[in-house]
């Protein structure tokens, strides 16, 4: 049985890579045309808040390898987006991007790592983080943009 739950995992995890680099294409246009266009920025930093928060669930809950590496390669590749789009984004655009990365990807991240850090021990701070990751998912179900 553990071997069919790693088989499914690896799976799980060849899949995920493959919705990560979904927006290569994307990127190509943005760097040949050297412009963000109407394109946001919005589904990458959360997407970043959200690799990153279940990266760090994978660390800290045993037996959890493939979803700390599936999830460190999303933070590598989203990071690469976002980087991308502060390089080719206009001005104000840059400014909007800059201050969510802040907030949402370093604010929240850091705020639920040193709440759940320093106060939460063990299977609590393993839930917690938990929770946080499953809430964060659900912005798969919603369009991109409103």
């Given at each position: 049985?553990?071997?069919l739950?790693?088989?499914?995992?690896?799976?799980?995890n060849?899949?995920?890579?493959?919705?990560?680099?979904?927006?290569?294409k994307?990127?190509v246009r943005?760097?040949?045309?050297?412009s963000?266009?109407?394109?946001e920025?919005?589904p990458?930093?959360c997407?970043l808040?959200?690799?990153s928060l279940?990266t760090?669930?994978?660390?800290?809950?045993?037996g959890?390898y493939l979803?700390?590496?599936v999830n460190?390669?999303g933070?590598?590749?989203?990071?690469i987006?976002?980087?991308l789009?502060?390089?080719?984004?206009?001005?104000?655009?840059?400014?909007?991007t800059?201050?969510?990365?802040g907030v949402?990807d370093?604010?929240?991240?850091?705020?639920?790592?040193?709440?759940?850090?320093l106060l939460?021990?063990g299977?609590?701070?393993?839930?917690?983080?938990?929770?946080?990751?499953?809430?964060l998912?659900?912005?798969?179900?919603?369009p991109?943009?409103?």
């Open positions: 049985m553990d071997g739950v790693f088989l499914v995992g690896v799976i799980g060849i899949i995920s890579v493959l919705v990560f680099l979904s927006p290569v994307t990127f943005v760097v040949k045309s050297r963000t266009e109407e394109f920025s919005l990458y930093i997407t808040l959200n690799s279940w760090y669930y994978g660390i800290i809950k045993p959890s979803v700390a590496t460190g390669f933070v590598v590749v989203e990071i987006y976002v980087a789009f502060l390089l080719f984004a206009p001005p104000w655009n840059k400014r909007r800059a201050i969510l990365l949402v370093i604010g929240f991240f850091a705020a639920a790592l040193s709440v759940t850090h939460l021990h299977d609590m701070r393993i839930n917690a983080i938990g929770f946080m990751c499953s809430g998912t659900f912005m798969y179900a919603s991109l943009c409103l």
